[in-house]
């Protein structure tokens, strides 16, 4: 499947909205703060599993480039219930409906990474505001297809090598054909 961030999102949003049944945004909107409780959503930075893979070419030399990503979701929840509202969202996660959902996307839950109580005295309030985060962490299969057009390939069948070697013994003449069978010298 394709990376498609809109995908991603929308799985993420629906899942979090739908479970956490409160206001949800992503992060970094220029809104105003909606009244308490709320949520924000963030995707960090996506990393790469490992090397990615091609495939064959076709007849028309194209191929298919594969590769595991990894994304970090940041969950932030404003007001009183936060712990609770948490505790649905990962249990949740292990429900057949959500697992069927997120793969849909591409998506795959992997693991909580961490979980804390931000609660803090703020002095616009003159009180204290309760926030909660969650750092969830996922994989999706990036596929792409490459363009012949951006490189040539050859195929080497065969190629001779030859030269002389000097051991303590003296030299050896050495001929070498790659794509042949190879048989040592006499």
């Known amino acids: 499947m394709s990376f498609s961030l809109a995908t991603i999102e929308n799985a993420l949003y629906a899942w979090a909205f739908g479970t956490g049944a409160t206001t949800t945004l992503w992060r970094f909107q220029n809104v105003p703060a909606p009244s308490l409780p709320y949520m924000t959503l963030n995707i960090g930075d996506i990393a790469k599993i490992n ?5 064959q070419t076709d007849e028309n030399g194209k191929a298919a480039l594969m590769g595991n990503r990894e994304l970090v979701l940041e969950i932030n929840y404003y007001g009183t219930g936060g712990l609770e509202v948490f505790e649905k969202l990962t249990t949740s996660l292990q429900s057949f409906p959500v697992i069927q959902t997120f793969a849909a996307s591409g ?16 002095d616009s309030t003159n009180g204290y505001e309760e926030r909660h985060i969650m750092e969830l962490k996922f994989r999706y299969s990036n596929q792409g297809i490459t363009n012949p057009d951006l490189f040539t390939t050859s195929i080497i069948q065969t190629t001779e090598v030859s030269g002389v070697s000097t051991s303590a013994d003296g030299e050896i003449d050495t001929d070498l054909n790659i794509g042949e069978p190879y048989t040592p010298p006499p």
């Open 107 to 122: 998506l795959h839950y992997v693991d909580k990474i961490s979980q804390f109580n931000l609660t803090e005295l703020v």
């Open 51 to 55: 090397w990615d893979y091609q495939t």
